[in-house]
């Protein structure tokens, strides 16, 4: 069976700092605890402009965005990588951005926390928070159920296995590069 994510969307613009995703006031919790992993992501996306709305709602732990649309530079700011730990532990499985910041998609492939894939087409200015859509890796397309349209995606590159073992260690493991 071919590899998917479909969830709702929730849509930023340009240049979404890794203080908006996650405040470094947050940064004292250790995501190597499950109670503080989870407590992390309860607190992502905390920092964006009151304008995008709530990413997670008052009294929830996880969000019902498992994809982010973002417009450049997702990610830009700090090297924390408790930025792409946050939004994996909120629930999010996929970051679709015009462009990232380097240090930000290294980190996704680093934690294994989620996909950052890129889009051809700015389409952070064709869509709306809380439509939904579908990743379809085989294919490299962003299905847009809501408006009824499709959008060709980057390639995920190498970065996608070693997501897909669950970050750079495992996939290390996993190829024998270092001992179990």
Request: hydrophobic share 40%.
């Amino acid at each position: 069976m071919a590899k998917v994510i479909r969830g709702l969307i929730f849509v930023v613009d340009d240049n979404i700092d890794t203080d908006q995703i996650i405040p470094a006031e947050y940064l004292t919790l250790v995501p190597s605890k499950p109670d503080e992993y989870e407590k992390l992501g309860s607190y992502a996306l905390v920092g964006l402009p009151e304008r995008y709305g709530s990413f997670i709602e008052p009294g929830e732990m996880k969000s019902r965005y498992h994809i982010i649309v973002a417009g450049e530079n997702f990610g830009c700011g700090s090297s924390r990588e408790h930025a792409p730990i946050a939004l994996g532990a909120s629930g999010v499985m996929a970051v679709v951005a015009q462009s990232y910041a380097r240090i930000f998609f290294r980190n996704c492939s680093a934690t294994g926390e989620l996909y950052p894939w890129e889009s051809v087409e700015r389409l952070c200015e064709l869509f709306e928070t809380g439509q939904e859509v579908t990743i379809d890796f085989a294919a490299e397309q962003l299905i847009n159920h809501t408006l009824g349209k499709t959008y060709a995606l980057k390639p995920l590159g190498e970065v996608g296995p070693v997501i897909d073992a669950g970050g750079i260690f495992n996939y290390a493991r996993a190829a024998g590069m270092i001992a179990r």
